[in-house]
């Protein structure tokens, strides 16, 4: 390949190439993002998901004497090591005694912190209490529970109704009710520039009444009622809008919020003459946000606790609208009447439409989402490339998901890989490379979903695996893709011509404005031997250095699993512009590899 790269005449990039989708599903935030250790910590349930005492079990006492209570088992082990556990619980009833909460390993049987409270419980009231725990040593594994015990004779009826029993660890940025810092060190290494949230399906709900209700999701723990999920659990709402924020303030990422759009998983559709009191829900959420303290709902922020308002620019309506018989009534009424509330009321907002299967209005986006084998997400480098650019595209959910089987994924038999693998994730990087090249018209991408417990998942790969063991976590193939490509950012990209058309290798070429380098990136996929390439860029002469960095793993299905290594192989080498200005080095099969001139 003989490339050669102009000075100008490219477009801008939103410089949001990369972000992070999120919704409740594979416990990734409980029992996963969301710190909180102890599962069924308030015995909430619905309709779908009757409340129940799972991960529980009763300590009872030989012939009554002793202290009794309860203990979990935490979201599949929890993690003990010398750190400080802030834990609480409420408790109603008369008690003159003390509660005693521990750790305690399955494996030794021995308690690894204990810590005595006293009680201030009442007769007819919840009575909040607070402790914390600070185990001395690490525990051998996490096979581990956490007990909370009181001395039944000190209670008045040899009782006491105990209730939303909780146990963090520390948090990332030491946030009360945040975040777990292995899964945000991980998220925050890579570098993502936007959050998709909170949907996914389970933004929509199973029926109308189940959907993602935000103002169900602020304020104190004790007001969260939870929900269920469309992934087969109850949420606890631990995880709510304002936590969702926080996430954003912390990692830099740029909020797109997606907003209930009329339409559950059931298929049940909101009919046209009631869709307002949803528009109106919608519209409220947003105030909620970024309203000033002097309206209704910022004012409702202030008192949970942030009086500045957030910044909003990106919103979506909805998620897969073209999916559940939604279409129709999409396209008839629902996506117009959130868009036009919307952009009336916050015109700087950007409105998304969740799908790309409708002729968009006015200046509306879309949302595209691609799950499919690694073949076809390489035969979609070039999708965008003939797309009208008068509507801004989110990639907001990718993920190669089967092994090549010559077709295609059919969605009612499918095997997906339980994580990403090699020639998926290279296939990914022609795919991201081709978004990148149509910089003009795709807003950024993400994979989905991006977090998986592997202890307890619906739907696999996942750009990041973990269980309850810190140190277990995974970074996948995928993974080292984006975090190449997102850390050599392109502020504009820049045309490229070449006579040799695109595969085996297939590349995008641009500039980062704020450092004046230029960047290549490239990925080879089915070739049968090396690809050499020449890259001239037109403003860089003869004796200009540039750092290539290349991707590489053992073979086309390696992976990096949950306890194990990290099979991706990254070399960087700095190169000299040869005689005629030429950067010349050869890529592999399957090979990722980005290009930056000092
Ligand atoms: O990412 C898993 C699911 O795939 C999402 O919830 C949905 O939007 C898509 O169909």
């Known amino acids: 390949y003989t490339i050669s790269v102009a000075k100008s005449g490219g477009n801008s990039t939103t410089n949001l190439q990369y972000g992070v989708m999120e919704e409740e599903i594979n416990h990734c935030a409980e029992g996963g993002l969301y710190a909180e250790l102890i599962r069924n910590r308030a015995f909430q349930g619905s309709s779908l998901y009757p409340s129940n005492l799972d991960a529980w079990t009763a300590l009872v006492t030989v012939e009554g004497k002793g202290k009794i209570g309860l203990t979990n088992e935490g979201f599949w082990g929890i993690d003990v090591r010398p750190q400080k556990y802030s834990g609480s619980f409420y408790v109603k009833g ?5 509660f005693t909460a521990s750790l305690e390993s399955s494996t030794s049987g021995k308690t690894l912190a204990s810590v005595d409270i006293k009680s201030k419980s009442v007769a007819n009231k919840w009575v909040q209490h607070e402790f914390t725990l600070t185990p001395n040593t690490k525990a051998s594994n ?18 006491l109704d105990l209730n939303l029993i909780s146990l963090f660890p520390p948090t990332w940025n030491d946030r009360p009710n945040g975040l777990r810092v292995d899964l945000m060190q991980a998220l925050s290494d890579l570098g993502p520039k936007f959050l998709r949230f909170p949907g996914g399906n389970n933004l929509e709900g199973e029926t109308i009444d189940s959907r993602w209700k935000w103002n169900e999701t602020i304020g104190p723990l004790t007001e969260r009622p939870g929900r269920p999920t469309t992934w087969g659990y109850e949420e606890t709402g631990g995880m709510g809008l304002v936590e969702y924020m926080e996430w954003c303030d912390d990692l830099g990422m740029e909020p797109i919020l997606a907003v209930w ?4 998983l059931n298929e049940d559709v909101v009919s046209e003459a009631d869709l307002d009191v949803y528009v109106e829900d919608a519209l409220n959420e947003i105030e909620f946000l970024t309203g000033s303290i002097n309206t209704k709902y910022g004012a409702l922020r202030a008192k949970y606790g942030h009086p500045k308002p957030w910044t909003l620019n990106y919103v979506e309506v909805g998620n897969e609208d073209n999916l559940n018989s939604g279409l129709a009534s999409y396209t008839a009424y629902r996506f117009a009447a959130f868009n036009d509330a919307i952009s009336k009321k916050y015109p700087h907002i950007q409105v998304l439409a969740s799908t790309i299967d409708m002729t968009l ?23 965008w490339d003939s797309y009208n650019d008068s509507h801004p595209i989110l990639l907001g959910e990718i993920a190669a998901t089967e092994y090549n089987n010559g077709v295609g994924i059919d969605w009612s038999d499918y095997t997906f890989s339980l994580y990403p693998w090699w020639i998926g994730s290279v296939a990914e990087a022609v795919f991201l490379i081709g978004a990148e ?9 993400t994979y989905a979903p991006y977090l998986m417990n592997l202890d307890s998942y619906e739907w696999s790969p996942t750009m990041i695996s973990f269980n309850a063991d810190p140190d277990n976590t995974a970074r996948s193939t995928s993974w080292h893709v984006y975090d190449l490509f997102n850390h050599n950012h392109m502020t504009d990209t820049l045309p490229a011509t070449s006579e040799d058309a695109f595969g085996p290798l297939y590349y995008v070429s641009g500039l980062d404005k704020k450092t004046n380098s230029h960047i290549w990136k490239g990925a080879v996929y089915n070739s049968t031997a090396d690809v050499p390439v020449s890259l001239t860029f037109e403003s860089i002469k003869q004796g200009a250095t540039a750092d290539l960095t290349v991707l590489t793993a053992p073979d086309a299905y390696s992976m990096n699993a949950v306890g194990g290594s990290n099979i991706v192989n990254t070399k960087t080498i700095t190169i000299k512009a040869g005689k005629s200005g030429a950067f010349s080095f050869s890529l592999p099969n399957l090979s990722v590899a980005v290009l930056t001139t000092n």
Do not use: E, M, W
């Open 94 to 98: 008369a008690y003159s005694g003390s």
């Open 142 to 159: 996490v096979n581990n529970t956490f007990s909370l015990k009181f001395d039944a004779s000190k209670a008045s009826g040899g009782s």
């Open 261 to 264: 759009s009329g339409l559950a």
């Open 361 to 383: 209005p006015g200046t509306a986006g879309g949302d595209y989402h691609l799950y499919d084998i690694p073949d076809n997400f390489v035969k979609s480098f070039d999708l």
């Open 437 to 445: 090249r149509n910089a003009d018209k795709i807003i950024g991408t």
